[in-house]
């Protein structure tokens, strides 16, 4: 069914045509035209938003927003900025609202120890807005619109959600996260994300991704800022959408990579990633069934789906016991083996890690990842894995993060039933691990297996709780390393 915007445009622009003619009308009406299309659009986006309380459940899951002090400052504009850079021997891309980074050697002479922190595949979009994220706009001032245009973007927490709904849809390039960049003169915006490095595609390719974004706004997946809808002229800019869209030169994936166009639903997407991931995301071999339909391990947010495992209900006991030990998630790497969906992973990121790395079965991880950036939680590698006790673990972790390990955090939880206790967590330099149990063990049950595990890791119990949720009771324990 067609919007009210896309029933009442035609009209109106039959209606101003005419009147095009007057003399001195032309401007002022396309003008007044394009507002009104404009305004519309951006109506329909909120009133659709209207009580879609799930919403407000992703802020718990949604990774924190990190800020790092950068070596740049003084520039009053992006033309300034982008001459800094280049004394600097800074290779940027001037872009109409962003100024962009591609991966580099030089980048921590201007970015410092921010390159280390994010994958060497990361690139930089600081927006020309120079403000905190929280105040900024993405559409930069200089480039000329229609007024309402910069209302629809909305906040840049929309182009966050964009991003994310994007690469869910295998449509675009991973986001890593919205920080905000320090210096002594002024605070900017920078969107991180994974930079795409390819051809423009073909004809044929263009047509063929055309037909998929088609498909994805028909399934009210996503609306769109410009009033023009497709017919934007980066859109109908064939086969490059002015740049935008990529054949990526390692996959040969279309990616489209910019997402200031688009306004997502995220709730309409999640839900349905969740419906098609429902047979995969159980817990070893048994399921827990309401009626007919098999449900979730894990209980996710704004997806309409119960879950056998409510994280919102153990997260608080297990974020008190790392208190009570000295042992705060901010600023700590995770290892979250079993992650599942990755609500542990993400509540871990909401609470200030700084990265995640998560394991479980491939055809578990598949929609893991689609799950985590739709919630928000982007700061994320996870890994398809058939775990065991033999498992190397260190084989997976990228040789980028193997500085950030010292004093990493492992989520341990109702998985020693199904992996064992895995070997090579020896040989990582962790220094905490949350463990539970499986349905009503107990510490003295747990007495052998917590023997094992101090032995083989060297580690000692700190602490443990018992809880209960809908699967029955559990033991929580932390552990923390022996220091030599």
Request: net charge neutral; charged share 20%.
């Amino acid at each position: 069914m067609k919007s009210f915007s896309e029933v009442l445009g035609p009209i109106l622009y039959n209606t101003f045509r005419p009147l095009k003619k007057l003399p001195f009308t032309e401007k002022i009406l396309r003008s007044g035209y394009y507002e009104l299309m404009a305004f519309l659009r951006f109506s329909e986006h909120r009133l659709r938003s209207l009580g879609k309380t799930d919403n407000l459940d992703f802020r718990a899951y949604k990774q924190s927003q990190q800020a790092w002090p950068v070596a740049f400052g003084g520039a009053q504009n992006a033309e300034e900025l982008c001459a800094l850079f280049d004394r600097l021997g800074v290779r940027c891309v001037q872009g109409g609202h962003t100024i962009y980074l591609p991966p580099q050697e030089k980048l921590t002479a201007v970015l410092g120890d921010m390159v280390a922190a994010f994958p060497p595949d990361a690139g930089y979009k600081i927006l020309k807005n120079f403000a905190a994220p929280d105040e900024a706009v993405y559409l930069f001032s200089g480039v000329t619109r229609a007024r309402s245009a910069e209302k629809m973007t909305g906040p840049l927490s929309t182009q966050e959600a964009a991003a994310s709904a994007l690469y869910a849809l295998g449509i675009g390039p991973k986001l890593y996260g919205l920080t905000e960049l320090q210096s002594k003169e002024q605070r900017y915006s920078c969107f991180v994300v994974r930079h795409v490095a390819g051809a423009v595609p073909t004809l044929a390719e263009y047509d063929r991704f055309m037909r998929i974004l088609q498909q994805h706004i028909e399934k009210k997946y996503f609306s769109l800022t410009s009033i023009s809808g497709l017919q934007d002229e980066d859109f109908l800019d064939k086969p490059g959408c002015n740049g935008n869209l990529i054949r990526e030169a390692n996959s040969d994936e279309l990616l489209y990579v910019d997402f200031q166009q688009f306004l997502p639903e995220t709730n309409r997407i999640l839900a349905d990633v969740v419906e098609a991931a429902r047979q995969d995301l159980h817990f070893g071999d048994t399921h827990l069934h309401h009626g007919k339909k098999k449900s979730l391990y894990q209980a996710i947010p704004g997806a309409g789906h119960a879950g056998k495992r409510d994280t919102s209900m153990r997260w608080p006991t297990i974020r008190e016991m790392l208190a009570a030990a000295e042992r705060p998630l901010h600023g700590r790497v995770v290892l979250d083996i079993c992650c599942n969906a990755g609500l542990m992973s993400a509540l871990a990121l909401n609470a200030g890690a700084s990265w995640v790395l998560g394991w479980d079965l491939p055809k578990v991880i598949v929609h893991s990842r689609r799950i985590l950036a739709l919630l928000g939680a982007n700061r994320t590698q996870l890994f398809p894995a058939q775990l065991g006790p033999e498992y190397e673990l260190k084989k997976d972790i990228p040789a980028w993060i193997t500085p950030h390990l010292e004093g990493a955090v492992v989520f341990y939880l109702a998985a020693w039933h199904h992996v064992g206790l895995i070997r090579d967590l020896a040989n990582i330099p962790w220094q905490t691990m949350v463990f539970e149990s499986h349905q009503n063990e107990t510490v003295d049950s747990l007495r052998e297996t917590f023997s094992e595990l101090m032995q083989l890791w060297q580690a000692e119990l700190h602490s443990s709780r018992e809880i209960a949720d809908e699967s029955g009771k559990r033991t929580l324990a932390i552990f923390l390393r022996k220091t030599t």
